[in-house]
């Protein structure tokens, strides 16, 4: 069973970079075909997908996003990092780590306030 943790600051400052790490176990990052994706909600909006890191490791990042954002992984740890520059209290939600296959962490609130 694939499990995923999603682990990081809690508060984030306006202007600083956000970063969290989602642990997975159960299964590898690097398995053929799966893609690990960043998937965020706002207090009182609907889900956001931010982008994603492949099996091979490349990345697709939303559009809107895509300016601020980066996620990379680690394989010798089965972890995958999500890295959002320049927050404002607008990015204050919950973030989640996700798979394909309804595999989700339980969500981590991160809040954007000095």
């Known amino acids: 069973q694939v499990q995923l943790q999603e682990s990081g600051p809690g508060l984030v400052k306006p202007s600083q970079t956000l970063s969290l790490t989602c642990t997975v176990s159960?299964?590898?990052?690097?398995?053929?075909?799966?893609?690990w994706s960043w998937i965020r909600q706002p207090p009182g909006k609907g889900l956001e997908w931010m982008g994603v890191i492949a099996y091979d490791g490349s990345t697709y990042y939303s559009p809107s996003l895509k300016s601020r954002t980066s996620i990379s992984r680690d394989t010798s740890k089965n972890q995958f990092s999500l890295q959002l520059s320049s927050v404002t209290p607008e990015d204050t939600a919950v973030y989640y780590c996700a798979r394909e296959g309804g595999y989700w962490g339980q969500g981590t609130q991160v809040t954007v306030s000095s």
């Open positions: 159960g299964g590898s990052i690097t398995t053929s075909y799966y893609a």
